[in-house]
């Protein structure tokens, strides 16, 4: 595995790190003594939960380096030693008891992403000898995937437009020996998807649905369904310029379900799983609809738009309708669904929607495990009515109260399946966190992956 470029090979050349927790840190230093101790002195390391300290030998070179774990309590901690770390080969000198080795490597590794397409930049070059008993090919194969997700939440919305998404959609395909359907511009009318044809119709490049179909036929049906929104203006309901400038990151769920589809994929779930990526530019044109406007939907009910900034629950519904339609037993969909989730729960924190006890139960689980962190929210239903319209089934936005739930209720109309979970993702990362450089990230990915594997097995 020298190939993966956060990846030592483990020879003796590779620099020790000690990992020490703040209660740790004081009786390590007094142990230690000489040049360490004085220099953790000068420098205040107190196990601080990040911190990286290197210590220089008597040549100027780095010796070794000190490491804090805080109180311990993060799994993802080990990212910032990834991201903080100078380039070279480093070893853990002795991994904490009870920490998950594969998890160390994959927070590692995860820290140490940038996004370099449209600038020279050094990579950050810290590689680390995977933890004694790591599974080296899944921490590798889940930094791959979530860099490549992070890619696409990065890209410029002038480079990621509907046809890129739709290519990135179709390079997954071919990479994972996925079938594919594409319905696309007017094909969306005949074949019964107003809603994401009415959403997309105002910009340069079609509307569309992309659907990828994997896994093992035959076996249980799991359908993930994306918002892909390559660029949200609002349509006629405007964005202020602040709200707009960081619109690309709109086709987050969407990459979030490309990523997902490529790990299952990877590992072999034993499932059958269908990626259902509806992907639109909410422009502004002649064609754009209009708040009054009023649509017919794929499952038949009539939506008023009240306001043209609620596209993402628009394109879902189709989608969500379609995958209802094909059987599938779980349906999981993700998307940067709504602002009132940021204000809610802040840009790290995930909120989550099922009416599926098991299901929420086996997402905590799997959250807890994989240290990403999301939360559950309630579909409430005494706020349906909020969705009300005097004209038409619905309305497609609700009240200035609990943006988020009402997005969810919204879907919730849209989906006849056994199961079903929605997940608000922000899909950015405001500033650096472990494991988490700033910037365009896709969340509940690696949780998620691990849900699946554990609920369906992979094959053989
Ligand atoms: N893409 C946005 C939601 C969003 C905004 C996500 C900011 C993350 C950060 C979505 O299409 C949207 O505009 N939602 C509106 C809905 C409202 C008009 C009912 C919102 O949240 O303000
Ligand atoms: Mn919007
Ligand atoms: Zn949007």
């Known amino acids: 595995m020298t190939d993966v470029p956060f990846i030592a090979p483990d020879t003796p050349d590779a620099l020790p790190v000690h990992a020490l927790t ?55 901690v080990w990212g910032w030693l990834g991201a903080r770390l100078p380039a070279g080969d480093w070893r853990i000198a002795l991994p904490p008891a009870g920490a998950d080795p594969t998890l160390i490597l994959t927070a590692f590794g995860l820290g140490t992403y940038q996004f370099t397409r449209y600038r020279t930049k050094e990579p950050l070059g810290a590689r680390l000898v995977p933890p004694p008993g790591a599974d080296v090919a899944t921490a590798a194969r889940i930094v791959a995937g979530v860099s490549f997700g992070r890619d696409l939440v990065n890209a410029p919305p002038n480079d990621m437009g509907p046809d890129a998404l739709e290519a990135a959609a179709l390079a997954v395909a071919a990479d994972t020996g996925a079938r594919v359907e594409v319905i696309r511009g007017a094909d969306l009318i005949s074949q019964n998807y107003p809603l994401i044809h009415a959403v997309g119709k105002a910009s340069a490049e079609d509307p569309r649905l992309v659907i990828l179909r994997g896994g093992r036929a035959g076996g249980p049906k799991v359908a993930l369904v994306g918002k ?28 979030c379900v490309l990523t997902l589809f490529r790990l299952l994929s990877e590992a072999g779930l034993d499932a059958e799983l269908t990626a259902y990526v509806s992907i639109v530019e909410n422009a502004i044109s002649g064609p754009a609809m209009r708040p009054g406007d009023i649509y017919p939907t794929r499952k038949g009910l009539t939506v008023e738009i009240d306001n043209t900034d609620a596209e993402g ?111 608000d993702v922000f899909c950015w990362t405001p500033k650096d966190r472990a494991g988490r450089p700033q910037g365009g990230d896709v969340h509940a990915v690696r949780l998620l992956e691990r849900m699946l594997r554990d609920r369906y097995g992979v094959t053989g």
């Open 22 to 76: 703040a209660d740790q840190t004081q009786a390590f230093l007094d142990e230690r003594g000489g040049a360490v101790a004085a220099w953790a002195g000068v420098q205040a390391f107190k196990g601080q939960a990040g911190r990286v300290l290197v210590v220089p030998g008597a040549d100027g070179r780095p010796e070794r380096a000190l490491f804090g774990l805080g109180d311990g309590t993060d799994p993802m």
């Open 228 to 255: 892909g929104v390559t660029f949200d203006s609002g349509g006629r309901n405007i964005k202020p310029g602040s709200s707009m400038a960081l619109m690309k990151k709109d086709m987050g769920g969407a990459a």
């Open 313 to 423: 629950r628009l394109i879902l519904a189709d989608a969500l309708t379609r995958a209802s339609e094909d059987g599938n037993e779980l349906v999981i969909d993700m998307a940067t669904l709504t602002g009132a989730a940021r204000v809610a729960l802040g840009p790290d924190l995930p909120p989550f929607y099922t009416g599926d006890e098991t299901l929420a139960g086996q997402i905590l689980a799997a959250s807890a495990a994989t240290g990403e962190p999301v939360w559950r929210m309630p579909l409430w239903s005494p706020y349906r009515d909020d969705l009300d319209s005097p004209v038409a089934d619905m309305k497609n936005s609700g009240s200035a109260f609990a943006g988020s739930v009402t997005a969810a209720l919204f879907l919730q109309r849209f989906v006849d399946a056994p199961s079903w979970v929605h997940f």
